[in-house]
């Protein structure tokens, strides 16, 4: 577990539904996915980039909903950058490590607010 933080910290989050639009490989890179995510009128679209590659095709992504961290400061990975992060949970499939998606319902409009 990692040290407990306030509830001040937590808030400095931007935690929101973002509907993937576009799914790709990038041709540069082994490890990356590059998604295409629509937050809504407030923020608009974002790419985001997430090293799941191995795991996940594309077509898994496109026109679902996921929780994701819009307020990261802009990250170089490889040729691209990326403008935030898909949150996912940790896991195990065949005894290997395996990140686990969490899609959600498409109720949840993007752009709307995770708390």
């Given at each position: 577990?990692?040290a407990t933080?306030?509830?001040a910290?937590?808030d400095?989050?931007?935690?929101?539904?973002?509907l993937?639009?576009?799914?790709e490989?990038?041709t540069w890179?082994?490890?990356?996915m590059?998604?295409?995510?629509?937050f809504?009128p407030e923020?608009?679209t974002?790419?985001?980039?997430?090293?799941?590659?191995a795991w996940?095709?594309?077509?898994?992504?496109?026109?679902k909903?996921?929780?994701?961290?819009v307020n990261l400061?802009?990250r170089?990975?490889?040729?691209?950058?990326s403008?935030g992060?898909?949150?996912m949970?940790?896991?195990m499939?065949d005894?290997?490590?395996?990140?686990?998606?969490?899609?959600?319902?498409?109720t949840?409009e993007?752009g709307?607010?995770?708390?």
């Amino acid at each position: 577990m990692k040290a407990t933080i306030e509830y001040a910290d937590f808030d400095k989050l931007d935690l929101r539904v973002g509907l993937v639009t576009a799914a790709e490989v990038p041709t540069w890179s082994k490890k990356l996915m590059q998604f295409t995510v629509d937050f809504g009128p407030e923020i608009g679209t974002k790419t985001i980039l997430s090293g799941i590659q191995a795991w996940y095709t594309p077509e898994e992504f496109v026109g679902k909903r996921f929780p994701f961290v819009v307020n990261l400061a802009e990250r170089k990975m490889g040729e691209g950058v990326s403008q935030g992060m898909m949150i996912m949970a940790d896991g195990m499939i065949d005894g290997q490590e395996h990140p686990i998606v969490l899609p959600l319902p498409e109720t949840a409009e993007p752009g709307t607010v995770i708390r």
